[in-house]
């Protein structure tokens, strides 16, 4: 998929936001804990690079790999793994600021 026209500035999708803080926010805060190499708390974050692609992309392949979450954490299912696989199929886009969630 081409995504070069997807902002790079807004806020998560609230269903894509509540998985993050159910399954990823535990470490991926700021700054991240527990080996973590980046946080998610805003939007902007995915959209920098970390190992030379975008960090949605990375997190797309964590999550579909099985990867993360790390255990003992249960891994993603069920609709909450449905709603990111969604979000990344889509290009891991925003919606405009104030009609979305993120961390204050």
């Given at each position: 998929a081409d995504c070069s026209s997807?902002?790079?500035?807004?806020?998560?999708?609230?269903d894509v936001y509540d998985v993050l803080v159910a399954h990823c926010h535990k470490c991926h805060?700021?700054?991240?804990?527990?080996?973590?190499?980046?946080?998610l708390l805003q939007f902007e974050k995915t959209r920098e690079i970390y190992s030379m692609e975008p960090i949605w992309m990375r997190m797309q392949a964590a999550i579909?790999?099985?990867f993360m979450p790390l255990a003992p954490?249960?891994?993603?299912?069920?609709a909450d793994l449905k709603t990111m696989q969604d979000w990344?199929?889509?290009c891991?886009?925003?919606v405009p600021d104030?009609?979305?969630?993120?961390?204050p």
């Amino acid at each position: 998929a081409d995504c070069s026209s997807i902002p790079a500035t807004g806020q998560f999708p609230c269903d894509v936001y509540d998985v993050l803080v159910a399954h990823c926010h535990k470490c991926h805060q700021d700054p991240p804990i527990n080996g973590a190499p980046f946080s998610l708390l805003q939007f902007e974050k995915t959209r920098e690079i970390y190992s030379m692609e975008p960090i949605w992309m990375r997190m797309q392949a964590a999550i579909e790999s099985g990867f993360m979450p790390l255990a003992p954490n249960p891994k993603l299912m069920g609709a909450d793994l449905k709603t990111m696989q969604d979000w990344f199929a889509a290009c891991a886009p925003p919606v405009p600021d104030g009609m979305g969630c993120e961390a204050p």
